[in-house]
């Protein structure tokens, strides 16, 4: 799965996907935030990976 994907499935659980200097973070609909590993998500984001499918799976559990 792509960034852009990612992103998209997301916004169809009511998360949002945060980076703030460089720092990457998930905020749920009760407005709680978790941190992301953000070298990770740095490739991710560049294309340099593709996201693994069972971070959706992770992300479903922060929420």
């Not at 960034?3 to 460089?22: F, H, M, Q, V």
């Not at 749920?28 to 953000?38: A, E, I, R, Y």
């Not at 991710?44 to 996201?51: L, N, R």
């Amino acid at each position: 799965m792509k960034y852009k994907e990612l992103i998209n499935e997301c916004k169809k659980r009511g998360l949002t996907i945060i980076e703030d200097n460089g720092e990457f973070s998930v905020l749920n609909k009760k407005g709680v935030s978790s941190k992301l590993n953000s070298s990770d998500m740095k490739l991710y984001k560049s294309g340099k990976e593709d996201v693994p499918d069972y971070f959706l799976e992770f992300l479903d559990a922060l929420n």
